[in-house]
């Protein structure tokens, strides 16, 4: 829960913004003229699950006005959670009654004032961005969980260990990458690293890769050494979190579009933000 906290304060700002630029676009359903962002605050939300870390994320036409759909397969044995929402609004009218202008978000005594901050931008996002802090979850088990592993080779294989090198070197990789995502930053420190595009989630996703192959290949040489290659003691547990971390965390999967919108930004809903921050989110005329 520690790790939560931190995570939502260290994004924070980002959480804010990302929820801001949904209201922003006055996506009300019963108007035909705002088709035009009924199609905008759909794309907006595409970009809004990739960079969650939802393996696809796409706008749907229909006879109306287009759906979105986004899925995280972790593995196709297991029971899919479903969850629903909606982004369009209802009419702000009368204006008059408004302190703010609807569209345009504003902080007053501790409450989000517009149009969409609750029903349902604001609570739809809380479901999105609960689903991006559990995927940091299992990625900070990994990292953990990895360096045991390392540990426990230098101790059986030693420091010097062509294996035990690779994968230290990998983790520090994962780990700065880490840090870059979890803090909100996106450039500093990373761009070293070779697989480097741009965006920390992208990179995060390649040291992820990068790192289960080295330690796969630590892990069997110490199992080549072990006297019982099963039963190896606590660096067995520990390889089997690892693994079940990566098995949560999927194939973390990002397009292009993902890769130019983390270049410029890093995405919490008013309604967690209320919970941790003192941060509520209203909606009727301010």
Known sequence: MISVKKYIESNKDRFIEELFSLIRIPSISAKHEHKPDMEACAKRWTELLLAAGADKAVVMQTEGNPVVYGEKMVSPEAQTVLVYSHYDVMPAEPFDQWKSRPFEPEIRDGRIWARGADDDKGQAMMQVKGFETALSEELTTRANTAANIITTGANTLGVD???????????????????????????????????????A??????????LGTVIDQLYAKMQEQAADPMKMGAVQGQYGQFNSAGTIIGNLQYNDAVYEYQNDVGGFPASMLGRLFGVQEVEPFA
């Open 161 to 199: 260990s062509a294996e035990v090198q690779a994968a230290q070197a990998a983790l520090d990789d994962f780990s700065a990458c880490l840090e870059a995502v979890q803090n909100g930053s996106k450039k500093q420190s990373l761009t070293s690293l070779p697989y480097y595009q741009g965006s």
């Open 201 to 210: 989630m992208h990179a995060l996703c390649q040291a992820n890769e990068a």
